[in-house]
Structure formats: C-alpha cells, structure tokens
Nanobody, 114 residues
Framework: QVQLVESGGGLVQAGGSLRLSCAASGFTFSYYYMAWYRQAPGKQRELVAGISSLGSTNSADSVKGRFTISRDNAKNTVSLQMNSLTPEDTAVYYC????????WGQGTQVTVSS
C-alpha cells in the first residue's frame, strides 16, 4: 500500500522556520521525482520545490533562497526546510511523488502569523 505521510507543519511567527518531512512507503522511492506542493485558501495548488531521483532540484521563485528540499533515499524521506517564513506561505503543504504514476500525501497545515 502506497503511503506518503507528511509531518512537521504547525503555527509559526513570521520570520521563523519549519521543517516538513514526508515518509514514503509502498513504492520504489529512489526512482521517483519528489516534490512539495501547497494550496492556500481560495488558490490553486502550486509547486513549491521538487527534487529528482538524482538530486537535481527546482523551486518556485517565491521560495528561492528561503526553502530547501532534500531527500534521503536510504530512509525513503523527502524534507522541506523553510526559513524566513511569511504569512504568504500559509497553506496546506502536500508531498508529491511521480515516476510512472503519481501519488499525493494528505497534507500538513502551515500557518504563519504576522
């Protein structure tokens, strides 16, 4: 059974940091492109950052220099280090996996207070 389980969300003040983690199981993690998406109330889901099976990364312009994505193929985890958070980063953050098919996690809430 495929599972993507996010953790690490919560409430933080503007300027603070959070680290999100996604634990994957049920598929060959090392083959998959992994990413974090987010969806704010009333907005479309958007890509935050992604990392290929070989470790190449991409990220949205809005988070460049503040967020860092990483993966550990030995532990089947992908993480998102988020620094210098702003209220505009408030959203539900979703773990995403894609190779020949696509999987989504259930999401974790990140709330940044001003």
């Amino acid at each position: 059974q495929v599972q993507l389980v996010e953790s690490g969300g919560g409430l933080v003040q503007a300027g603070g940091s959070l680290r999100l983690s996604c634990a994957a199981s049920g598929f060959t993690f090392s083959y998959y492109y992994m990413a974090w998406y987010r969806q704010a109330p009333g907005k479309q889901r958007e890509l935050v950052a992604g990392i290929s099976s070989l470790g190449s990364t991409n990220s949205a312009d809005s988070v460049k220099g503040r967020f860092t994505i990483s993966r550990d193929n030995a532990k089947n985890t992908v993480s998102l280090q988020m620094n210098s958070l702003t209220p505009e980063d408030t959203a539900v953050y979703y773990c995403y996996a894609h190779y020949l098919t696509t999987y989504w996690g259930q999401g974790t809430q990140v709330t940044v207070s001003s």
